[in-house]
């Protein structure tokens, strides 16, 4: 089994800063892709930030330039530095991966529980 387990999240006002932190464990193979969804209250869940395998990153457009995903492979850990926060940044924030798992080798997406973000004065 494969886990993701996601800290970092809290309470922020806007233009301010908070790191999230995803870690992957278990019978892991090779991790193809790392990153955040976030789910706003009343909406659907949408790509934040991932990361790939060969380092290539992919961000939501109205991220790009204030969030920042980074990886230390060696311990299947990603990050994702927010900055300059907003208002509608305020969601859940889900880590996923696309892992091929140990055993097996077998691939498919595992999902973090979810960690709360909220952007207020």
């Known amino acids: 089994q494969v886990q993701l387990v996601e800290s970092g999240g809290g309470l922020v006002q806007p233009g301010g800063s908070l790191k999230l932190t995803c870690a992957a464990s278990g019978s892991i193979t090779r991790i193809e892709s790392m990153g955040w969804y976030r789910q706003a209250p009343g909406k659907e869940r949408n790509l934040v930030a991932a990361i790939h395998y060969d380092g290539l990153k992919d961000y939501d457009g109205n991220v790009a330039g204030r969030f920042s995903i980074s990886e230390d492979s060696a311990k299947n850990t990603v990050y994702l530095q927010m900055n300059a926060l907003r208002p509608e940044d305020t969601g859940v924030y889900y880590c996923?991966?696309?892992?091929?798992?140990?055993?097996?080798?077998?691939?498919?997406?595992?999902w973090g529980q979810g960690t709360q973000v909220t952007v207020s004065s």
């Open positions: 996923f991966g696309d892992i091929h798992e140990g055993s097996t080798g077998s691939r498919r997406p595992y």
